[in-house]
């Protein structure tokens, strides 16, 4: 019998490069039996490794093929086929379209394509796309970015839900698939294409009537509590930012509990939610 907790921790928040102690965008996803490692972004390989085996990644789901949330897959690729992880081979991978030619084109050392195929079983995420992982449904929309990206939500068997923005700029997909959802992890690069502003990663947390905002990838312009005080200003319920090694446990919306994973014995328990 697994734990039939839905969680989710951040292994990395910072863009579009990482700082010493906060990898670019990644996030462990635990629950249904499985674990799904959503976004590689540089440096968040040796951050999830504080949390998991790499042998024991059931999935790897990429939101967009820009560098600071797919990097890692180039490494992990190598783990994956070199390091004796004793891993089921090949590990599921949703990425956008192309994503199994990209890493093929980087990873080869001559005219012979890499065997990237061999250590991904490369599925190419589409708008409404519906996936089962173990006792998870992955629900995809594409969103607006300027290239192929998607928002993914994580939904268990106990309707416990969980939405992830990826990168973009506020739409109704990203609106329809965070609708009433227990707990939403929304970027907030700044109020530039393809990108939300902390106001309006607010916004959309509002009118989706998501359970908690978590403010991820916040642009250099903010410091992380002046983009949830930001925020603040348009949405009504719980606002925290996405420090690197948090965990949040998803319960039904208003009773998300946060972890500071990597101190133990300093756990703190965040107030309920007001929605
Ligand atoms: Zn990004």
């Known amino acids: 019998m697994f734990d039939r907790s839905l969680r989710v921790t951040v292994l990395g928040s910072a863009t579009p490069f990482p700082r010493p102690g906060n990898a670019c965008s990644g996030y462990l996803v635990e629950g249904g039996g499985v674990r799904v490692w959503v976004d590689a972004g540089t440096g968040t390989l040796a951050e999830l490794q504080r949390h998991v085996a790499l042998g024991d990644v059931d999935a790897v789901w990429v939101s967009h093929l820009h560098a600071d949330h797919s990097a ?5 690729y190598y783990a994956l086929l070199y390091a004796g992880l004793g891993t089921a081979l090949p590990v599921p991978l949703f990425g956008p379209v192309g994503i199994a030619d990209r890493l093929a084109g980087f990873l080869t050392n001559g005219p012979a394509r890499s065997p990237v195929e061999t250590a991904f079983d490369v599925q190419e995420l589409y708008d409404g796309q519906v996936a089962r992982v173990g006792g ?42 965070a609708r009433d959802c227990d707990l939403f992890v929304c970027e907030a690069d700044g109020e530039t294409p393809g990108h939300h502003s902390a106001v309006q990663a607010g916004r959309t947390a509002a009118e989706a009537g998501a359970g908690r905002l978590v403010l991820t990838h916040v642009g250099s312009a903010l410091a992380p509590g002046e983009a949830v005080a930001l925020a603040a200003g348009a949405y009504e319920g719980d606002i925290v930012h996405a420090d690197p090694g948090l965990r949040f446990d998803v319960t039904r919306q208003g009773r998300t509990v946060t972890r500071r994973s990597r101190t133990p014995g300093r756990t703190t328990t965040s107030p309920a939610s007001s929605r």
Do not use: K, N, Q, W
């Open 72 to 76: 890692d897959l180039l490494t992990f």
């Open 136 to 177: 998870l449904t992955l629900t995809s929309r594409a969103v607006e970015h300027g290239l192929p990206a998607f928002a993914l939500r994580v939904e268990d068997e106990d309707g416990r839900s969980l939405v992830y923005s990826g990168d973009c700029e506020p739409c109704p997909s990203l609106v329809e698939l």
